[in-house]
């Protein structure tokens, strides 16, 4: 008989996991990125560094005590990805900022980046964060101020700061003409006209003639005839674009009417 003798060697291990979260083009997120990490020796551990910059090096200190912020990096093309900030202790956020209104309701953009965790006695490893951010059929409707005096029509369009970040068509569909939550439609191949509500005197306002595609005019039609030199009166009304997938913002109209001698 013999007797063979094995002596085990204790190692010192931390376990980074892989992390995945998802998120829509408007919407921030906070995670923690460790709760899948472990170490087997229970030894505490936190986020030392991370590849900000998405070269393939991990260099950039998390500092202890505070946080690293840093742009987002999509895996797909160039452009900035949203903005990440971490923690030592492993807690993320991630705001998308605007970066991914382009999207579409059917898309999906990847920013991901790579952390190391190390723990108490030295030992470190590494991970990456992939987050998959969502699109949604947007269209966006910018408020408009427009000035005009007593005795001036005017012709403006109204959308013409309005977008849509697919790039897909859109038409002033309804008008609350008395700002009142109740809505008529813009005739698709017409137009509609509504008399003007003043914002301070009782009593109506002008004319409005406004078409689909954002044109609209303005006829103060005497109604401003008291005003004196120096004097204004607002007149607003409040409309609804629609994007040809059926997506839907409003904004808010303001025709400022100065007097005259």
């Excluded at 790579?114 to 947007?138: F, H, P």
């Excluded at 005009?148 to 700061?161: A, G, L, P, R, Y």
């Excluded at 700002?179 to 698709?188: I, K, L, Q």
Aim: charged residues 25%.
């Amino acid at each position: 008989t013999a007797t063979v003798c094995i002596k085990l060697v204790g190692k010192n291990d931390v376990i980074a996991e892989d992390d995945s979260y998802t998120t829509n083009h408007d919407t921030p997120i906070t995670e923690s990125i460790i709760l899948n990490d472990s170490d087997p020796e229970n030894d505490s551990f936190i986020v030392s560094k991370v590849d900000a910059d998405g070269d393939g090096t991990v260099d950039e200190m998390v500092p202890a005590g505070g946080s690293l912020t840093f742009v987002g990096d999509k895996v797909d093309g160039s452009e900035p990805g949203g903005v990440v900030t971490l923690y030592p202790n492993g807690t993320m956020s991630f705001d998308p900022m605007d970066d991914f209104d382009d999207l579409g309701s059917d898309e999906t953009e990847s920013v991901t980046f790579v952390y190391i965790i190390e723990d108490s006695k030295g030992a470190v490893d590494t991970a990456t964060v992939t987050i998959t951010v969502s699109g949604a059929n947007d269209v966006f409707a910018e408020d408009d101020s427009y000035t005009t005096d007593q005795d001036s029509t005017i012709t403006e369009n109204i959308v013409m700061n309005d977008s849509d970040p697919e790039d897909d068509s859109f038409t002033v569909d309804k008008v609350d003409p008395d700002r009142d939550g109740t809505f008529e439609d813009v005739a698709e191949d017409g137009s509609v006209t509504f008399v003007g509500l003043k914002v301070t005197e009782s009593g109506t306002g002008g004319i409005v003639t406004l078409y689909p595609n954002g044109t609209m005019s303005f006829d103060p039609n005497d109604e401003f005839d008291y005003l004196d030199d120096g004097d204004t009166e607002d007149v607003m009304f409040v409309y609804i674009i629609e994007d040809s997938k059926g997506a839907v913002d409003t904004a808010t109209v303001t025709i400022t009417v100065s007097g005259a001698n």
